[in-house]
Structure formats: structure tokens, C-alpha cells
């Protein structure tokens, strides 16, 4: 049974995925946001993600992640790096292997959802091996500006896009979901 790859991308509005000294949900965190992020931990998976965004979150004290720490620490999840060789969380696993061929061989496995998290090379890998089924943007009310690091679909190939849905958490933040759709972008 194939299973389906979802991207998240959280970006500001002028496109970056992180900014200098923003913190985590550049600094807009809510109630709905906070429900979202619970019942997306809470939903049979499978997590990828690279070694910085590993790091990045194990830094993080468990009293962080609120709710979602045992959720979280639940899945099954893969760390993608050639440095690293184990990791303390549960249900954690450090693949060396290729990326593209890991995932290939996951998509035709047992059926489980994979999802990444953060992980912006891993995602923009997976988005121009045309292996996302679902590429979820999460779009914060600000412009990071000078403050942006990683713009977000820096060396990203063009891909048209159906809009799949749509919804505000927080009456501020825009959850929009695509389906790439296999076709070329309209061109003059």
C-alpha cells in the first residue's frame, strides 16, 4: 500500500522559513495553532527530518513542546545524516542512506503517512524528486525581512499547484495545503 509524503512548510509572509532571533512560530503562537499541532502529532505517521532540525529540537527542554512532547516522542521517526550515528529520543532511528531512495522505499511500504519536520534541504530534496503529495504552508503574519535566513523555495524547481485547502488559526495565520500537480507552470 503506498502512503503519501506531506511537506510543512512554515514560512512569513515574504517567503523566508526562518529569521534571526524570531523564535519558534515567529513568536505567534495560539490556541488554534496549538490544537493543529497536537492533532497533527496525534495522526499515524512516519517523521523525517534532517540533522540541524534534530538538533534543534533536542535542544529544546521537554516543558517546550507542551502537550505534544509524548505525542511526539510516540512516533516513529527518522533523522537523515552521515554524522550522526544514534540518538536518544524513543522510536528514533539515524538513516545514512540515500534520502530519495529511503523515502521511494517507505512510500511503497506499509502505508504509514510520512511527514517532515522543518528540515528545509530534506524538504526542498523531496518537492524536486516530485515525491510530495501534500505541500502544507503555514503562513505567519509578518515580514521577517532583514531578520530572514532560508528563504524557503530557494533552488526549488517550478511545480504547478492545486489548492487542496484552507483555513486561519488564530484569526493571523494561514494554513494553505497543495497537491503538486505533475503539470508545468503557465508560461508567456
Known sequence: MACTVTVD??????????????????????????????????????????????????ALPSEAWGETWDLAMGLEKIVFSTTLREVPWPNTRVCADDLLDEVRTMKAGDGTPIRTWGSLSLA?????????????????????????RDPAFKDVAAADLELVGHRVLDDRIVLTEYRPTGKDIPRA
Do not use: H, I, K
Not at 134 to 145: C, E, V, Y
Open 9 to 58: 512548510m512554515f514560512v512569513s509572509v515574504d517567503g523566508w522559513a526562518g529569521g534571526e532571533g524570531l523564535p519558534g512560530f515567529f513568536g505567534y503562537p495560539g490556541p488554534d495553532l496549538a490544537a493543529w499541532d497536537a492533532a497533527e502529532a496525534a495522526a499515524p505517521q512516519r517523521v523525517v527530518m534532517g540533522r540541524r532540525t534534530y538538533e534543534a529540537f533536542a
Open 124 to 148: 526542498r530534496q523531496l518537492l524536486n524528486a516530485g515525491l510530495v503529495d501534500t505541500l502544507r504552508l503555514m503562513t505567519f503574519p509578518l515580514t521577517a525581512g532583514d531578520a530572514g
